[in-house]
């Protein structure tokens, strides 16, 4: 639904795929080449950091990489990373050491790994505002109830105190992925 409302022109590529990636980032370049993009162009490579339908990782030192090589932005959807991933839960950049703020928005929703309900937007203030203010989220949202609020604010205290639980040592290193013990190896 969000992309079908940005009207952004969207690739796919393959699931943690980094050539395929490559190839189609490679593929915009030559057309940039033949016909140059307007001076103002958006460009996101988009990955969740762990993915919710299959429990991988996605290799994000190798996006933003590629995202620095092709002058493309990285957005991280950090829902089901946080929490679990990086030493101390602090989502898929600590995991990976790279630094937050490689990826021009992390961003991801509160009932995850949070435990309450809202969604949370991370990155450069201009980039930030403008997505807050231009959604349609926030002209048909109300503030979060108290209790809710509360709980957020308790699991980021958490999360913040570098003190790890023993549901996320019990996690390290990660477990295999759980779909192939139902459909086989992928």
Known sequence: TGLDLSRAFVKEFRHNDMADLERILRVVAEADERE????????????????????????????VELAERFKFRVMLEESMSMGTL???????????????????????????????????????????????????????????????????IVALRLLRSGTRCALIQSLTPPPPPFHPLFFGSP
């Open 36 to 63: 140059p993009p307007k001076i103002l162009n958006r460009r996101f490579i988009v990955v969740e950091g762990l993915y919710q339908n299959t429990g991988l990782i996605a290799p994000l030192a190798q996006v």
């Open 86 to 152: 990086g030493v101390t839960g602090h989502g898929a950049c600590e995991h990976h050491g790279v630094s937050v703020s490689a990826p021009s928005i992390i961003c991801g929703t509160m009932s995850a790994s949070l435990a309450t309900v809202g969604g949370f937007c991370l990155g450069e203030p201009s980039v930030v505002n403008h997505q807050r203010l231009s959604s349609t989220a926030y002209c048909f949202s109300a503030s979060l109830p108290p209790f809710n609020a509360t709980a957020g």
